[in-house]
């Protein structure tokens, strides 16, 4: 009877290798990371977006902890030396959505997400481009005053991970960008109030333009000399998605104003106008070539 057990195990072993008879006189194989190493890479992280949560503390971290988005970091706006990391960075936060930037879609692959607590748009104007009048004055548009202010240590904590991550994934200043930079007709974060130029000047934070090329591009003749569609390449230049019509559609329209929320935010027209010409020159003249799209 024993005889007969040992006769159909072994049976099995030699019809059924995969069900675990392996035999254990096979080498065991060492991954060797030390002696060879590939000229040809790069960090996989080549993006930071910031966004700004629209809610409180509490309800931030509610829908960033429990719901189906996600960010790799969380400032609230409380006077503590905390910045909570969700997501590890080896991890895909989910936080960008549709959109693109710098050639690159699906930015969730490659980013890293940061969400400020902050309303966003303060809620006395949350329905006011549902006003008629005010609709058609701002082009059904926020202007700057909709906005709500951050506070001062959200901006000293973004300043100091930015400047972190920045160095760490030698992420390009042009990388370093607003939700609504990448998702245009959809978001509009980190808002007007955003200190894209503080962070700029006093940290060394990603993009800014120089005062110098602006004024040198302000001028009238060249604007309008401008096409439409040479305008529109000049946004894709810079990173921005922006279709090939030869109008200014909504969807344009969009993407100036998520173009004038970052660099020029006292300037909310949402219309193409001679500054926002002069500071999207003045910013291609000065990062040309910084992308690395590999």
Same mark, same amino acid.
């Given at each position: ?21 392996? $035999? ?7 991954? @060797?990371?030390?002696? #060879?190493?590939?000229?040809?890479? %790069? *960090? !996989? ?25 996600? $960010? ?7 006077? @503590?030396?905390?910045? #909570?990391?969700?997501?590890?960075? %080896? *991890? !895909? ?202």
């Amino acid at each position: 009877m024993a005889k007969n057990i040992t006769s159909i195990a072994l049976a099995m072993c030699l019809t059924l290798p995969l069900i675990g008879c392996v $035999s254990t006189t096979e080498p065991r194989y060492i991954i @060797d990371s030390q002696t #060879y190493q590939a000229t040809g890479k %790069s *960090e !996989r992280i080549k993006t930071i977006i910031l966004h700004y949560t629209v809610g409180d503390n509490a309800r931030s971290l509610k829908q960033l902890t429990t719901g189906n988005v996600s $960010s790799h970091y969380l400032i609230l706006n409380e006077d @503590d030396d905390k910045i #909570y990391n969700l997501v590890p960075e %080896s *991890e !895909r936060a989910w936080h960008a959505g549709d959109g693109g930037f710098a050639g690159r879609t699906i930015l969730n692959d490659t980013s890293i997400g940061i969400e400020i607590v902050n309303n966003g748009i303060d809620p006395k104007y949350r329905n006011a481009l549902k006003n008629a009048a005010l609709k058609a004055e701002v082009q059904g548009y926020h202007p700057y005053k909709h906005y709500v202010e951050f506070e001062e240590i959200q901006i000293k904590k973004v300043a100091q991970l930015v400047q972190d991550l920045a160095l760490r994934y030698d992420i390009s200043p042009k990388n370093i960008i607003g939700h609504a930079d990448m998702a245009p007709s959809r978001k509009i974060d980190p808002g007007a109030k955003f200190p894209w130029q503080r962070l700029y000047e006093q940290y060394g934070i990603g993009a800014w333009y120089n005062q110098q090329d602006k004024q040198l591009f302000m001028n009238q003749d060249k604007f309008e000399a401008a096409t439409i569609p040479e305008i529109k390449q000049a946004f894709r230049e810079y990173g921005y998605q922006i279709n090939d019509s030869d109008e200014w559609d909504k969807a344009s329209h969009d993407v100036i104003y998520a173009f004038q929320l970052h660099f020029s935010p006292q300037h909310l027209t949402a219309t193409m106008d001679l500054e926002t010409y002069a500071v999207l020159k003045a910013l291609n003249k000065k990062y040309a070539g910084t992308d690395d799209f590999y």
